[in-house]
């Protein structure tokens, strides 16, 4: 699977968007970039998952550049909740067997 | 829908002593995964079920930690023994299939001290 570049950490006032940034530049053309998250003391939660287009759902919108080097997952409306590590994660296919590699991640802290 | 169940949340042992951890996956999951997490690091996979076989154990340091699932469904995971460096928490994950989505569920896991 390719490698991810993470900022370690970056900070975001509560209400405003939260920008996360991925490097993944040696990605193929057939690999997904997948988004988690940790809460202190939990297990890592899926955000979002896409391939070429924008994707969103209720959590999350992630944004992949065209030449898909590059993706950033935005919060709309950052919440003190939403203070978490986040991963950022290159996998193979749907259908195949192998697992997430996770990264060390960005740890996001939502200021009040 | 309950979600991946572990047991204990938290163990301290001196090293040389073993131990193990419970899980029990969200029912009508396939696919059982054991983690290690280290402080301050990402989670590393150390095993993969799909049903009671094993898919991918390559990261699974056997000399000293053993995994199995009976049945399909629950999983333990040991120590014996255990070394200083095996202090992390030991996260259970679980999903439908191997594939598709790859979304996987995660317990809260299972924090080990070794002393």
């Known amino acids: 699977d390719a490698k991810t570049t993470q900022p370690p950490s970056m900070d975001c006032a509560e209400g405003r968007a939260a920008n996360l940034p991925c490097n993944h530049s040696?990605?193929?053309?057939?690999?997904?970039v997948y988004w988690y998250r940790q809460i202190h003391s939990q297990g890592p939660q899926y955000i979002i998952h896409?391939?070429?287009n924008n994707e969103t759902n209720e959590m999350a919108s992630l944004i992949i550049t065209e030449d898909r080097k590059s993706s950033t997952l935005i919060l709309p409306h950052a919440t003190l909740r939403d203070t978490a590590v986040y991963y950022c994660?290159?996998?193979?296919?749907?259908?195949?067997?192998?697992?997430?590699?996770f990264g060390s991640g960005t740890q996001l802290t939502v200021l009040p | 829908e309950a979600g991946v169940a572990q047991s204990p949340r938290y163990k301290i042992i001196e090293k040389r002593q073993s131990v193990a951890f419970w899980c029990n996956p969200i029912?009508?999951?396939?696919?059982l995964y054991w983690y290690q997490q280290i402080l301050g690091q990402g989670p590393k996979l150390l095993i993969q079920?799909?049903?009671?076989?094993?898919?991918?154990d390559s990261q699974l340091p056997k000399d000293r930690f053993s995994a199995e699932r009976l049945k399909g469904v629950d999983s333990t995971l040991k120590i014996q023994p255990a070394k200083l460096e095996d202090s992390a928490v030991y996260l259970c994950?679980?999903?439908?299939?191997?594939?598709?989505?790859?979304?996987?569920?995660f317990g809260p896991g299972t924090r080990l001290t070794v002393t």
């Open positions: 029912s009508g999951h396939a696919t």
């Open positions: 040696t990605i193929s053309g057939n690999e997904y």
């Open positions: 994660i290159v996998r193979a296919p749907l259908g195949s067997a192998r697992q997430l590699t």
């Open positions: 994950a679980s999903s439908p299939i191997a594939g598709g989505r790859f979304e996987q569920y």
């Open positions: 896409g391939l070429k």
């Open positions: 079920f799909q049903n009671n076989g094993v898919v991918d």
